[in-house]
């Protein structure tokens, strides 16, 4: 795997006024090493079928989900060759048992940093019917290689940030090996969601 850094936009049109944003990281993103993954990549075909999870928790009893943003890259560069294929990306709300809640499935491209001539990491807003939450609940995104999804480097394992294995229903550590060592990296991925 090789991770490579990438810039981080400002624009943040996942907030509204109504809606009460969570964010899996603290501080300030342009002051913390953000590195951009996309699973395939990293895991190959079986990446298909494993997300990317982030743990929330619920603000207030019944609190509901309503919108999902990333931080993420399709490549495009602004050339004509880079113009991104079409692709399936998907999204799961999981409870704290990891009992499916909500599942989604679009192209990538009506989100993509291509629509938004975006060269760089870029705010994909995916838009969901209100879902109620209570108490720890997980966001899973499938990028299936269609997106790199912006995620912190850390020194230690991220305590909301892990792997989601479709198979068995398994959630691992967010701990992805460097291309050609025989070490891991802990990350922890930038997701903000919103809801009332």
Known sequence: MVLSLTGISAAADAKSPENQLL???????????IVSIDLLSVMGLPAY?????????????DWKLNTVQ????????GSMQSIPSE??????????????????SDSQ????????????TYPFTMRLPSIPVSDEFYVCFYDRGAIAIAAE???????NSFIYI????????SNLPLFGQNESVPLNWIMTIGGN
């Open 70 to 77: 990333i931080l993420g890259w399709d490549g495009y560069n």
């Open 49 to 61: 079928f494993i997300a990317e999870a982030v743990k929330f928790k619920a603000p207030k009893p």
């Open 153 to 159: 480097v850390l020194n230690k394992t991220s305590q």
């Open 23 to 33: 964010n899996s990281y603290d501080g300030n993103l342009t002051q913390k090493r």
């Open 109 to 120: 491209l009506p989100y993509s940093n291509f629509v938004r001539n975006a060269t760089e």
């Open 166 to 173: 479709e198979e068995g229903n398994a959630l691992l550590p």
């Open 87 to 104: 692709r399936i990306i998907a999204l799961e709300v999981r409870d704290k048992d990891l009992n499916l809640l909500y599942r989604f």
